[in-house]
């Protein structure tokens, strides 16, 4: 599977997701990363990569439909069959939800339907609630509210900062996307959108 990865910043996701393909644990090749933040430190681990880069600034563009257009043709150069959204902090507009309908998928770093949005780990402190995790769903056009794929829980201790929490959540993305993302390609579990099989 020919994939693009999205990111806009650490890009510890995007590395998972280089390693297994490198390893082999994951049969599919990393073909773009589209990055939103020019100079994210993603953009570093996709060079040392060999993965190629397209970068741009929103505001450059007169709205989401144009430069999505221009992110589309990036996207068919490079042949590209798949997304994973990791880390991207923006929602995905209507020209490439068509063109990739029911391939695009996100990490979320809450319990989905909990706390969506920005800043899913500081809502879960906020609300004290002792059990949080992380999220990998189909994306749709709501925030955080497409078919939910896979799922894993974390615990929230007592007296843990929202640092040592995302410390954890990430721990566990690290191993669930690349995993979920294999099982996807594989057809293992056959995913349901809204009623139709997805692949
Ligand atoms: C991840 O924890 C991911 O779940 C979250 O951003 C982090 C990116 O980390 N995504 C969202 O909050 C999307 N709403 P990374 O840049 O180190 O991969």
């Known amino acids: 599977m020919k994939l693009a990865i999205f990111a806009s910043g650490n890009g510890s996701n995007f590395q998972s997701i280089v390693d297994a ?6 049969q599919a090749t990393v073909d773009l990363l589209v990055c939103d933040k020019p100079g994210a430190f993603v953009m570093e681990r996709a ?8 970068s741009f600034s929103a ?3 007169s709205g ?5 257009q221009e992110i589309l043709e990036k996207l068919k150069s490079c042949g590209v069959e798949f997304i994973a959204l990791a880390g991207y902090m923006r929602l995905i507009g209507n020209v490439l939800l068509s063109a990739y309908e029911k391939r695009i998928v996100n990490i979320h770093p809450s319990l989905l339907p909990a706390f969506p949005g920005k800043d899913a780990i500081g809502q879960a402190v906020e609300a004290g609630v002792k059990v949080t995790g992380a999220t990998i769903h189909y994306v749709d056009a709501g925030m955080d509210t497409g078919p ?3 799922q894993q829980a974390v615990e929230i201790n007592d007296g843990e900062t929202e640092k ?4 954890k959540i990430h721990e566990v993305e690290h191993q669930l996307y690349p995993k979920t993302l294999q099982q996807i390609f ?6 349901f959108y809204h009623g139709s099989t997805v692949m």
Not at 64 to 68: G, P, R
Not at 164 to 167: F, P, V
């Open 64 to 68: 989401k439909e144009e430069y999505e």
């Open 148 to 150: 939910i794929i896979a």
């Open 164 to 167: 040592d929490i995302a410390a």
């Open 186 to 191: 594989e057809g293992s579990g056959k995913m």
């Open 21 to 26: 393909v490198e390893k082999g644990t994951l």
């Open 59 to 61: 505001k450059d563009y």
């Open 47 to 54: 060079a040392a990569a060999g993965v190629p880069v397209f």
